[in-house]
């Protein structure tokens, strides 16, 4: 594995245990997110430089995936304001899930950011943290698979070199 970056095992998710807040304002339990659709979120925090370095290619991934049957988007440990302030337009053109407190960082068992999610409708998950191309390819490729999708190119020319991230607890 690429620097210490690990991919979880598959574990369910409690959705009485969490509920997600959109920075539309639409709140609901998980549950009541996967009703239709499985998630795939990129999980950043906008504080750290490990986290920016990743925007263009959390994007890319996020815009392949966009028009299958699936609700992908941003998973960002900031308030409203902060995941304005760092993704910019993209913060609406994506779903974007503001978590100030990490609740549902911790919750997925997130250890490093910036991390790729994939949330199936029954709230089975697969985290991957950090970058490390080879996780995030596993998640894509399982991703393309199920949603019988193209695969995006995990690396693709441009992306970042392989770094462990910092930790989704905040600190270190």
């Not at 609700?71 to 337009?89: E, I, K, N, S, Y």
Request: hydrophobic fraction near 40%; proline fraction near 9%; charge should be negative.
């Amino acid at each position: 594995m690429a620097q210490g970056a690990l991919v979880s095992p598959a574990v369910a998710v409690s959705p009485a245990e969490l509920e997600l807040k959109s920075l539309r304002g639409e709140a609901y339990p998980l549950h009541d997110w996967l009703t239709s659709y499985p998630f795939l979120l990129v999980a950043l925090d906008p504080y750290t430089a490990e986290s920016s370095w990743i925007l263009e290619t959390g994007a890319r991934l996020l815009a392949h995936f966009s028009p299958a049957d699936v609700r992908v988007g941003w998973l960002v440990a900031a308030d409203d304001d902060g995941c304005r302030q760092f993704l910019g337009p993209w913060a609406e053109r994506f779903l974007t899930f503001p978590d100030p407190d990490r609740t549902a960082i911790s919750t997925f068992g997130f250890e490093r950011l910036p991390g790729l999610l994939h949330v199936r409708a029954d709230g089975h998950h697969e985290v991957a943290n950090g970058w490390a191309h080879e996780e995030w390819r596993s998640i894509t490729d399982q991703m393309a698979k199920f949603m019988k999708w193209s695969r995006p190119a995990v690396p693709a020319p441009g992306d970042p070199t392989p770094y462990q991230g910092t930790a989704a607890s905040g600190t270190e």
